[in-house]
């Protein structure tokens, strides 16, 4: 374990538990805000909003066409002492889609299966194919004595959904203790997911219609990892963020575990993305967007020169 607390840099400050961390073209970085309601940018050292949002904006992608989209859990997170914040504008989790200008409209709503829907993450795939985890109705987690360590009584399992770039949604696969982060890897061929309460990433194979086969196992993380996002880099290392356990798995090409970055007790790491030479890491009650310089190259996105 490698204690990075000192090497991180704080970009933008008083976030309201940040997440979905995004680089733009022009290198700045967006994230969402949960308990804020809104989609903001680092501009310098303080952040700029450009959207507010009813629900609770959770994970986030910039599509193929420069805007951002978002997974929108419905209206649910942790408040800075790690209990239940509950939105007075609450609404059946959905994905939208939001322009840099601000303009918020809907991408996927309506989603089968039992309410409520919590998409929580989100990534784009080969083709346009946009894929997203639920992580089904996880506020009973703060009902139950629990540490996200096990699954408490009540506990729906979540899933694994794609939109299709046809328009069509279809609920991919069930996926057991919390479905949390994903990200398709750099060849295109495998799908990762987080299962959070597991400890562990398991990779689906994609087909060439965009669904995906059975999965295995990617990776076992130890603790005190238990994974959240995360996202690849040009050579195929993977950084996933462990906010329950302030730290950050990172994972070699060949699925074994590097390291883990400790980022400072109560520092919470939700998610990373990845700009040359820069891990940019939301933290929850951490309240920051920090910095971690890493030799490391990005992944262009898909539908930008890698189908």
């Known amino acids: ?42 501009e310098g050292r303080t952040r700029r909003p450009i959207a507010k949002v009813p629900g609770a904006p959770n994970g986030m992608a910039r599509g193929p066409d420069g805007a951002l989209y978002v997974a929108n859990n ?66 009973v987690f703060f009902t139950e004595e629990t540490d996200f360590r096990s699954s408490p009584p ?39 997911v987080a299962q959070t309460v597991l400890l562990r990433l398991v990779s689906f194979p994609l087909r060439a219609d965009g669904t995906v086969g ?11 990892v238990l994974p959240d996002g995360m996202c690849f880099t040009e050579d195929g290392t993977l950084y996933v963020c462990g906010a329950v356990g302030d730290a950050i798995a990172v994972i070699g090409p060949d699925r074994q575990l590097v390291d883990v970055l400790e980022t400072g ?5 939700t998610n990373v993305c990845l700009t040359e030479g820069t891990l940019w890491i939301t933290h929850g009650t951490g309240r920051r967007l920090a910095t971690l310089e890493v030799d490391a190259r990005p992944l262009p996105l898909f539908g930008a020169g890698r189908d």
């Open 154 to 192: 009540g506990y729906r399992h979540g899933a694994l959904y794609l939109r299709a770039a046809d328009g069509e949604v279809v609920r991919l696969a069930d996926v057991s203790d919390f479905p949390n982060g994903l990200a398709v890897t750099p060849d295109g061929e495998h799908l990762v």
């Open 74 to 139: 419905g209206g649910i997170g942790p408040d800075r002492n790690h209990d239940l914040w509950t939105a007075d504008d609450a609404l059946d989790g959905c994905i939208q889609r939001v322009g840099l200008d601000g303009e918020v409209s809907d991408f996927v709503a309506g989603l089968p299966g039992a309410h409520p829907h919590r998409p929580n993450d989100l990534c784009f795939g080969p083709g346009g194919s946009l894929y997203f985890t639920d992580s089904g109705n996880w506020e």
């Open 214 to 224: 059975e999965p295995e196992l990617y990776c076992q993380l130890p603790e005190p």
């Open 265 to 269: 007790v109560h520092s919470d790491p």
């Open 1 to 42: 374990m490698t204690d990075i607390s000192s090497r991180l840099v704080t970009v933008a400050d008083d976030i309201d538990f940040g997440e979905g961390p995004v680089a733009l073209p022009d290198g700045r970085v967006a994230f969402t805000e949960v308990g804020g309601q809104r989609i903001s940018v680092a």
